[in-house]
């Protein structure tokens, strides 16, 4: 029989919802704290099999989530093609701002080595999840990948992206080609290794007009969708558009994912109007409501699982735990989530 959280992305409801969380694994656990100062840099922590089988692990273990998401970083990615990456402390990813030239410096002759201690850690981790336990394998789709490359980190408008997307149009899809098929090529990895569910995380989708947000979120997504069907057709694919808003419906179907990420601004009622069944929603407690807790965590979390009462629902974030969240908070919200009355 399928896992349970395998079961719902394939489209069947069940009541209460399986129920896993963005940034499950962080600072706000002490014991990643510890790991991470144990591995020094970020980037360590990623690469070396057992810590990131451990730091995979280690919110498994506390609250028994249906889901086990791969503890690894979107960057990792570029950074396996040969693009510079580091974590500065306190200010996130720096990377070299990319120019055009630097596309066919890409190299995903070296993809499959570079990520060889991220797939060891996936066979770790399965080995070390029990058997009611779904591990979730994932990638930055292209276009929020391309923005840190772009940006050379983060942005708050991303203008030297979305610029050059309209200004040198053909560079812009041939480094949207590249990260395409090495996402691909990323993700059927980690389908091999064990990963039993893969998500795309486009968190900066929702900075597109409606039509760069088509050919560069959507049919990428359909791509990348469509690539993984051929090899792996049982293997569920969650697309999450972060603040794609009125477009998820588009999405939704120019993409042929498995399941949709709610964000944190999305109403599930008006998502689950616009996505149509048996497409899985997937969301959207706003991790704020999760950090601040008590009554307002509870009747945000009712007025959530009220919306998609016969819908297959994962409950989740509408975007990563805050790091200042207390691990008391999440042990309720999986009670909460676990505990639902019947629905009627
Ligand atoms: O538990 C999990 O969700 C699995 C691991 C995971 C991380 N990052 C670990 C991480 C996942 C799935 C991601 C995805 C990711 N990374 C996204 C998409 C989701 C989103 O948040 O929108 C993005 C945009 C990134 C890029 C990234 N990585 C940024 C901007 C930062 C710095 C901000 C921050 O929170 O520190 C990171 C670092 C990062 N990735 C940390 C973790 C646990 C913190 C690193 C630390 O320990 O200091």
Sequence with gaps: MAKHLVSVLRGTPS?????????????????????RARAGDFIALCTTPALAAEATLQPVRRFAMDGAILFSDILILPWALGYGLRFAEGEGPVLPRLEASDIARLDPGRLEAALSPVLEAVGLVRAGLDRDTALIGFAGAPFTVACYMIEGGGSKDHARTRTMAYRQPLDFER?????????????????????????????????????????????????????????????????????????????????????????????PALVAAEVAAPVALQGNLDPAALLAGGAAMTAEVA??????????HVFNLGHGILPETPPTHVAELVSLIRNSADAA
């Excluded at 009541?15 to 790991?35: F, H, S, T, V």
């Excluded at 049919?219 to 998820?248: D, K, N, S, T």
């Design 175 to 267: 480094l949207m080609a590249v990260l395409t098929e090495a996402t691909i090529a990323s993700l059927s990895l980690q389908i091999a290794a064990g990963a039993e569910i893969v998500m795309l995380f486009d968190s900066w989708a929702g900075v597109l007009s409606p039509s760069l947000f088509r050919r560069f979120v959507a049919l990428p997504a359909a791509r990348i969708r469509a690539a993984l069907g051929e090899c792996f057709p049982e293997i569920p694919v969650i697309g999450f558009p972060r603040l794609a808003g009125g477009l998820l419906g588009m999405y939704a179907e120019i993409s042929g994912v498995d399941a949709v990420g709610m964000d944190t601004a999305a109403d």
């Design 15 to 35: 009541w209460p919802p399986p129920i896993w969380l963005m940034r499950q694994a962080g600072r706000y656990l002490p014991e990643y704290r510890a790991l």
């Design 303 to 312: 007025r959530i699982m009220g919306a998609l009462r016969g819908r297959a």
